[in-house]
């Protein structure tokens, strides 16, 4: 799922506090997916009750700094490599994976781009199947009912497609210029506690 | 034996500071009753590549195969021959002669080929049958509509035993709706036997493809692999 995976994809940069999370989450999405404070820290005790992040220490006012496990850095690097199968996308987990491939260093995002393209171009050669496979104005209106919303289905692919073309292009003219933003960097975290998390995430953390 | 086979094909443009490498280490088959769409951002090489395959252009290196036989391992009289009986070209537009009726200009290339008028005119009938317009016989291009003229064109391409046809952006200026009974048509021609290999910008049309074909920058980076079952859709509900 995208919150957490988004998530992840910013530890993946650095240890980071919780609010700070949820600024460079609304910030590289282009604030078009606003998180609530609540939401942050929720998915954080399920990622760290899964082993994919620790808690590495607090400031002077009991704020937690967050660190991405080795087992985390593996999950982001595998939903990286891992094409959205069509259907299965509460919401629009793909613009907010490009987003974030832009952003995390090492990430080659004309091969995130391609490989999703190949995945959206195969499921509308599925779409496109079905289409051609009956005839090109069916007869019975329960048929040119399924046809339009095959339709849709078709047009939504392809305009996918063409987000995905018009992303290659835009991020290929970037790639000149454009270096890594400097003073982006989280703070340096406290140094690690060896010793196991403690059982019970705090109150603040279950929000 | 496939209709198609390119392997190794190269081809560069220019010489040293100008030097362009529009393909390079292009291999590609289209066999008999496939159909194969070629994707990629302008510039990539696609028309390029139609070209190559079509005998038009030599490749600077590599193996160029219509129906088995080396095209550039012909001697230019036969690798014209090759070239106007072994395959058909569809363009974007300039597809038919205006001064000619519809039936006449599917007549032209077997004309050309030495055909008597009457047998030219008959396959021409056929071929036009074959796409829906055997009424529009008669015609000239300038009292069809678009649609009928491409499907004219692709006729033209089919005409005699040809089986390779080679389209570059065959819908270009058509509204969807049109666009969509050209692929409906060209998909049927491959059902029934041709290969066609199609370039386009468009994914909606290249989806009607067995095969879509991703190139940048003159080298092939991915293809969608052969016909995938219905199945797929399911795998993600």
């Known amino acids: ?207 | 034996m496939s209709v198609l086979a390119m392997t190794g094909v190269s081809r560069d443009h220019g010489a040293g500071a100008t030097l362009v490498h529009a393909l390079s280490g292009i291999a590609l088959t289209v066999e008999a009753g496939e159909f194969v769409a070629v994707m990629g951002p302008s510039g990539s090489g696609k028309s390029t590549l139609l070209t190559v395959a079509g005998g038009l252009d030599a490749p600077t290196a590599g193996r160029v195969e219509v129906e088995g036989a080396d095209v550039w391992a012909l001697g230019r009289a036969a690798r014209s021959a090759l070239r106007r009986r072994g395959v058909g070209y569809v363009f974007q537009d300039l597809n038919l002669v205006p001064g000619l009726t519809a039936a006449e200009n599917v007549m032209l290339p077997r004309e050309l080929d030495g055909v008597r008028a009457r047998r030219a005119r008959r396959e021409a009938l056929a071929a036009l049958r074959e796409v829906g317009l055997d009424e529009a016989a008669d015609r000239f291009p300038d009292e069809l509509s678009g649609g009928q003229q491409q499907r004219v064109a692709i006729a033209r391409a089919l005409v005699g035993d040809r089986r390779l046809v080679l389209a570059d952006e065959p819908t270009g200026a058509l509204d969807s709706h049109t666009g969509e009974e050209i692929m409906r048509l060209l998909r049927g021609r491959c059902d029934a036997g041709a290969a066609c290999l199609m370039v386009t910008h468009e994914s909606r049309h290249a989806a009607w493809a067995d095969r879509v074909v991703f190139l940048r920058d003159g080298r092939m980076t991915d293809a969608t692999g052969d016909r995938p079952g219905p199945e797929s859709l399911l795998r993600g509900a």
Request: aromatic share 6%.
């Open chain 1, 1 to 207: 799922m995208s919150i957490r995976h988004g998530l992840l994809a910013l530890l993946s940069q650095g240890p980071r506090y919780g609010y700070q999370l949820r600024a460079e989450f609304e910030s590289s999405t282009g604030s078009t997916w606003p998180l609530n404070i609540g939401q942050v820290y929720s998915t954080l005790s399920r990622l760290e009750r899964d082993a994919l992040v620790t808690r590495v220490g607090a400031d002077e006012e009991g704020r937690f700094v967050y660190r991405i496990t080795a087992e985390g850095e593996r999950e982001v690097r595998g939903w990286f490599g891992t094409p959205i199968a069509r259907g299965d996308r509460p919401r629009d987990e793909l613009s907010i994976k490009l987003a974030m491939a832009v952003t995390t260093p090492g990430v080659d995002v004309a091969q995130v781009v391609q490989t999703q393209r190949t995945a959206s171009l195969r499921s509308l050669q599925d779409l496109t199947r079905l289409k051609a496979a009956a005839p090109a104005l069916p007869a019975d209106q329960s048929e040119r009912a399924w046809r339009l919303v095959l339709e849709s289905m078709i047009f939504q692919a392809e305009a996918e497609v063409r987000w995905l073309d018009h992303c290659e292009a835009f991020v290929a003219r970037g790639a000149s210029g454009a270096a890594p933003r400097p003073g982006d960097a989280p703070p340096e975290a406290p140094a690690p506690a060896d010793e196991p998390a403690p059982p019970a995430a705090p109150k603040e953390a279950r929000r």
